[in-house]
């Protein structure tokens, strides 16, 4: 299989390597965690201040030899408090804020998440997601080492350039010459390096999907081996991708970080060989000199190794933005509402209510639905059918409060829904949805709710296979229709109102869906819990007050029954 390095996906533009943007980075991980606040950057600067001290010991001792123990002995405590003490400390400090940082991250980027629409969750693939929220977190949180230590070379070079200067004033210009032309030489790779950084985040966020393939499919996946190599051989190409842009991207950052170095190494080659030529002062002077310059050596190495990393924060902190973008312009504002719970209701009404699924692309028409009118009362028992893709689901999505209707509206007790009360009013509904999800633990369930749990697991037939162990299922390793009937025990235990039940039957064998059709729903209605439920079961419509068929994205029909009894 070929694989296109360039175009196997269609990176986003790199942002240009404005100024702004690499304080924005650097403002971002200094606030982050704790911040400028945190003990941290006072490590860091008393970390380079005694190394800034121990410069200037040391070539004391070297100028006084002889005269005493005091400059050997502030010296050597220097030595220890810089190292020993601060930089230990530093390290430790700049560890804890890596971690903050990225629970800081990940927790805003979770919270957003779980607040995010309906369109956004069901929009398919969020490999991006997955990426921002792993791999880009933890590149950018680490950076903050970097950045601290950069921060405390930097504080080093700001004491002994001046310093190399008062000694030397030509080894001062030779310093300041090979920083210098060290800036110049990282500045002239660290564009493209950031740009193959950028296309390599994207090939990760591909990367991700492809792994949520193999999750998601493995069953489709076993019965094709032809399925299967193809996707094996796709997710190769990604990863390839990936190893080939992230490649080129460390090889430039490693390019620019030895231009930066060698230009340090030079200066030191020009400091043994000609220095003796050109400057005064014997061999004191020489010792000085070296050393100060040895010891400018630590820093700008660190400086240089740090600025690569902070444009890998860069390309990492602009992946996380965009995703964070899309996430807060698919917030929906009924989930970040403060709620008020709502437990009872006597009319729920959609009044030409309508709702467009999907965006129009190529090969894509979206789907509309309505005008809708409808009304719903306590202790009705409602199903609702039609063809598949005719709008069954999306009708319970816009019932239940989880889409917003396009035009229209929906009102509670004869007052409209809006942003602020939908929260609430959504706590009137439990729910199995066709596409369900059974979470391993009862998550939120009062002690009531669990104990009617236990009941309804017994009832529906699975206290063999499953036990209520405090809010966790002691297993969740089920048949298809057996994790049904699981969510169905917890959406009945959870004693709202209402009811919504999409397509439960579909996957029940007869003995379970006569108890669910002659037992339960008479059950319901006659507890007066409002039930609405999809179901292509014809012959048991009988057993309903009321059937609504839809066709293309309308009701067709509205009909109240007499039940069969
Ligand atoms: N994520 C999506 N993006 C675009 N269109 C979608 C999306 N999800 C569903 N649709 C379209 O919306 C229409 C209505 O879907 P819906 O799930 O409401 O139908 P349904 O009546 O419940 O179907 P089924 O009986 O097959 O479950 C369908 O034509 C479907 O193709």
Redesign the pocket.
């Known amino acids: 299989m070929s694989v296109n390095f360039e175009m196997t996906t269609s990176p986003e533009v790199a942002p240009k390597n404005t100024l702004r943007l690499r304080l924005e980075v650097v403002r971002f991980l200094l606030g982050a965690g704790g911040g400028v606040k945190d003990r941290i950057v006072f490590y860091t600067l008393l970390s380079g201040l005694s190394r800034a001290g121990m410069i200037f010991a040391i070539n004391e001792t070297a100028r006084r030899h002889g005269e005493g123990f005091g400059w050997p002995v502030v010296m050597l405590l220097f030595c220890v408090v810089s190292m020993v003490g601060f930089g230990y400390l530093q390290k430790v400090r700049a560890f804890t804020l890596i971690t903050r940082i990225e629970a800081q991250m990940r927790n805003r980027l979770s919270t957003l998440l779980l607040r995010a629409n309906i369109?956004f969750l069901?929009?398919?693939r969020h490999g991006k997601v997955y990426g921002a929220m792993t791999a880009e977190v933890t590149q950018l949180a680490q950076a903050v080492v970097f950045l601290v230590e950069g921060i405390g070379a930097c504080v080093v070079l700001l004491f002994a350039i001046p310093y190399l200067f008062y000694v030397s004033w030509i080894a001062g210009l030779a310093a300041l010459g090979a920083l210098i032309i060290g800036g110049i030489s990282f500045a002239f790779l660290d564009g493209p390096a950031r740009r193959w950084a950028y296309r390599a985040a994207d090939s990760f966020a591909l990367y991700c999907d492809r792994v949520t393939d193999m999750l998601g499919g493995w069953k489709e996946l076993r019965l094709r081996a032809s399925r299967r190599a193809a996707l094996e051989a796709e997710t190769q190409g990604v990863i390839e991708t990936q190893v080939f842009r992230r490649m080129r991207s460390e090889r430039l950052f490693a390019g620019s970080t030895a231009g930066a170095q060698s230009a340090v190494a030079l200066l030191l080659c020009f400091v043994v060989i000609a220095l003796p030529y050109l400057q005064s002062g014997g061999a004191v002077a020489m010792f000085q000199v070296l050393t100060i310059v040895f010891l400018v050596n630590g820093p700008t190495e660190m400086v240089f190794a740090a600025l690569p990393m902070l444009s890998k924060a860069e390309s990492s902190y602009v992946k996380i933005k965009q995703v964070e973008a899309d996430l807060m312009a698919a917030q929906s504002l009924a989930l970040a509402a403060p709620q008020q719970t709502v437990a009872a209701f006597s009319e729920i009404a959609l009044r030409q209510v309508t709702a467009d699924?999907?965006?129009a692309r190529e090969g894509?028409v979206?789907?509309h639905?309505g005008p809708v009118d409808l009304t719903f009362h306590p202790g009705e028992t409602v199903f609702i059918c039609?063809?598949?893709?005719?709008?069954?689901?999306?009708?319970?999505?816009l019932i239940t409060g989880m889409r917003h209707p396009a035009k229209g509206e929906i009102t509670l007790d004869g007052v409209a829904l809006t942003d602020a009360t939908t929260a609430g009013y959504r706590e009137l509904f439990s729910a199995v949805f066709?596409q369900f999800h059974l979470f391993d633990h009862a998550y939120g369930l009062p002690e009531s709710e669990l104990e009617a749990l236990q009941a309804r697991i017994a009832q529906l037939g699975l206290a063999k296979r499953v036990q209520l162990l405090g809010d966790k299922f002691s297993n969740t390793s089920l048949s298809a229709g057996q994790s049904r009937r699981l969510a169905l025990a917890v959406a009945l235990a959870e004693q709202r109102p209402i009811i919504v039940l999409?397509?439960f039957a579909a996957d029940q064998d007869p003995a379970n869906r006569a108890f669910f059709y002659d037992v339960l729903m008479p059950e319901l209605s006659a507890s007066g819990r409002l039930v609405l439920a999809?179901t292509?079961d014809d012959h048991q419509f009988g057993k309903c007050d009321r059937l609504i068929k839809?066709d293309a994205?309308r009701i067709v029909s509205d009909e109240y029954l007499t039940k069969e009894i």
């Open positions: 369109d069901i929009s398919g699924v999907g965006e894509v979206p789907f639905l039609g063809g598949n893709g005719s709008g069954k689901t999306t009708l319970l999505s066709a999409d397509e999809v292509h839809m994205g």
